[in-house]
């Protein structure tokens, strides 16, 4: 644009530096700080007893256990970036006015695997269960009020997962507004062989439809691989303010 000051460049989407490992094997750790931009932060601290995988007991900063895609690497995701769906719904910028949080926040979560089937002795049963903050990363909380969110998940055969998720908790703004958050998801997730199907629906449900409308949301993506090297995406990606 004439006379405008910038313009196409080149930057840096992400610079993360991490550690992580084990203790013992009874113990799992993670730091994670994002370096770039202007403010560098911590995105992960956490410290996880995990002897036994029908039971572990996770402690600290981490992924909320909302929505399939929430808790993944962002290179992973398939697309260059999270589904409108985990953005508005899952804490990364969320719809109520909360800045991107990363889909993460602090707290403790219950976690596990049960019932191995099949030939191959996958795990039928997969749940997690987490009490929050609700403010996000490096904010201490502002009421005494926690988030509860968990999922159940079955996994019928080997890489495909279906799952539902609820999110019952709030959050206290900018204005000092305590603002209800109370979301439902349901979705499955199939990764076999580099061959993927994602699909999920969020909705506010209860006080937060109330409040502040019914919004959902929904978005379904497939990975076709033609290569070793080369995959295609093809994604559908809804967001609905008002549910309408």
């Avoid at 808790?71 to 991107?100: H, T, Y």
């Avoid at 191995?116 to 009020?145: E, K, R």
Wanted: net charge neutral; glycine share 14%.
């Amino acid at each position: 644009q004439e006379g405008a000051h910038g313009g196409p460049g080149f930057n840096c989407r992400l610079i993360r530096l991490y550690v992580d490992g084990s203790i013992f094997n009874d113990f799992n750790y993670r730091i994670q700080l994002q370096m770039n931009g202007q403010n560098p932060h911590v995105k992960d601290f956490y410290i996880e007893w995990a002897k036994y995988k029908e039971f572990s007991v996770k402690m600290g900063q981490f992924k909320r256990a909302f929505t399939f895609e929430n808790p993944m690497n962002p290179w992973d995701v398939g697309v260059g970036d999270f589904s409108i769906l985990v953005q508005k719904m899952a804490g990364m910028g969320d719809r109520l006015g909360e800045a991107n949080m990363g889909g993460r926040d602090q707290g403790i979560q219950v976690q596990g695997d049960l019932l191995p089937i099949g030939q191959d002795n996958h795990t039928l049963f997969h749940y997690q269960l987490g009490v929050y903050n609700g403010q996000g990363i490096n904010l201490a909380d502002a009421n005494s009020a926690k988030d509860v969110i968990g999922t159940i998940q079955l996994q019928p055969i080997k890489g495909l997962k279906l799952g539902v998720f609820g999110w019952k908790g709030d959050w206290v703004g900018g204005s000092g507004a305590t603002l209800k958050r109370e979301r439902i998801s349901a979705g499955l997730n199939y990764d076999v062989n580099n061959w993927t199907v994602r699909a999920e629906w969020a909705a506010a449900v209860a006080g937060e439809k109330e409040q502040s409308g019914a919004a959902d949301a929904l978005y379904v993506t497939a990975g076709i691989p033609f290569t070793d090297w080369f995959k295609l995406y093809l994604k559908w990606d809804e967001f609905r303010s008002q549910a309408t």
